[in-house]
């Protein structure tokens, strides 16, 4: 991986940004708009925040270019519900941006953020991690959802 996952995300959200103005037609409206936008956002740092802290009670690392660094596998706390939930985090947070901002273009790039992620990001890493923890990696797959 040679792209930041932060920046893989960050990527609708600017693309959003700009159309909408170049474009502003392309923004949208809805009742709590605001609302529904903030709710996301804390949603996603409550989820990175346990994410982060899962890693670290374990002593291991968070880097994202190298998983062969790992010296922990992490599957309990919020890791028991979702295999990758930093980039559950991320995609949270670049929908909540684009729903609060209604930014169109934005949420029409995210699920090809999500798609990068899992081809170029999560796959290497989950052959990282079957590499390095074996048959203890694939139990916990066979448990836990890749997204949610």
């Known amino acids: 991986m040679k792209i930041p996952p932060p920046l893989v995300f960050a990527v609708p959200i600017l693309i959003g940004w700009a159309v909408e103005h170049l474009v502003p037609a392309s923004v949208f409206t ?11 956002l804390i949603c996603a740092a409550v989820l990175l925040i346990l994410a982060v802290t899962g890693f670290r009670l374990k002593k291991t690392t968070v880097n994202p270019f190298d998983p062969s660094e790992a010296t922990a596998l992490v599957s309990g706390g919020i890791y028991s519900f979702s295999r990758n939930p930093m980039y559950v985090g991320m995609a949270l947070f670049a929908l909540g941006i684009c729903l609060g901002q209604g930014w169109s273009a934005g949420l029409l790039l995210l699920p090809v953020a999500i798609w990068y992620i899992d081809a170029n990001q999560i796959k290497p890493e989950e052959a990282a991690l079957r590499e390095r923890f074996g048959a203890e990696y694939d139990a916990y797959c066979k448990r836990v959802r890749r997204w949610v």
């Open 30 to 40: 809805f009742p709590f708009q605001p609302f529904v936008g903030l709710i996301a």
